[in-house]
């Protein structure tokens, strides 16, 4: 199965863009930023790198992307819609395949909190937004999403990045850190070597 997959999803109708790699040695399923689309240059270099490592990829527009939105709902919608369309490509497009999920920015959140619940080998995170303004008082911190997962984790930070920096982990969670901002597309060949270098120690990790 290849080319975009309508999945229905509790909140609407999402679409799946599957690209299949021969002799695939696991699945990477990724979503886009708030109000952005899956064709971004850091997850376009992230599915090239990952299809040229052997890894099936899957780009997921969220239902409100599909239906024409720009505002991203709150996560009591994300996530539900997004484990339904992991789950069905899991069964179908994507079976059998040890699975990595991740995303851009808001979609590195999801797939963060959602991690757990799909059962996922390692989680993605390109331009993780860790600071979020508030109305009255200093910024408050996303830091908790991305400690709440348990598998590993690799998170490409451009260094000047508006929405902060999030805290390395070893072993568990590594932290590239790129010259650029929230878009990461000063250099996307760094983007690029910090997911081809990354993936196969997950599926060690997993096999372990």
């Known amino acids: 199965m290849s080319g975009p997959v309508e999945i229905e999803t509790p909140s609407g109708l999402a679409r799946a863009h599957v690209q299949p790699a021969p002799g695939a040695v696991g699945a990477l399923i990724l979503g886009h930023g708030a109000g952005g689309s899956v064709s971004a240059p850091d997850l376009m270099v992230a599915t090239r790198t990952a299809i040229e490592s052997g890894w099936s990829v899957a780009l997921v527009e969220q239902p409100y992307r599909v239906a024409g939105k720009k505002s991203a709902p709150p ?20 079976a059998g395949l040890p699975l990595v999920v991740g995303g851009r920015s808001s979609g590195a959140r999801v797939a963060c909190r959602t991690a757990a619940s799909v059962d ?77 270098d990354w993936l196969p120690g997950v599926l060690s990790a997993a096999r372990a």
Do not use: I
């Not at 009591?76 to 789950?87: G, Q």
């Not at 390395?168 to 010259?179: F, Q």
């Open 75 to 94: 996560p009591a919608r994300l996530d539900p819609a997004w484990v339904a369309v992991v789950e069905r490509l899991r069964s179908e497009a994507l």
């Open 120 to 196: 996922a080998v390692g989680v993605l995170c390109l331009a993780f937004p860790l600071l979020v303004s508030t109305r009255n008082g200093p910024p408050k911190s996303r830091q908790d999403e991305l400690d709440a997962v348990e598998v590993p984790v690799l998170v490409v930070q451009g260094e000047n990045d508006r929405f902060g920096m999030p805290e390395p982990a070893p072993p568990c969670r590594d932290v590239v850190v790129l010259a650029g901002d929230h878009g990461l597309k000063k250099d996307l060949g760094a983007v690029g070597d910090a997911v081809r």
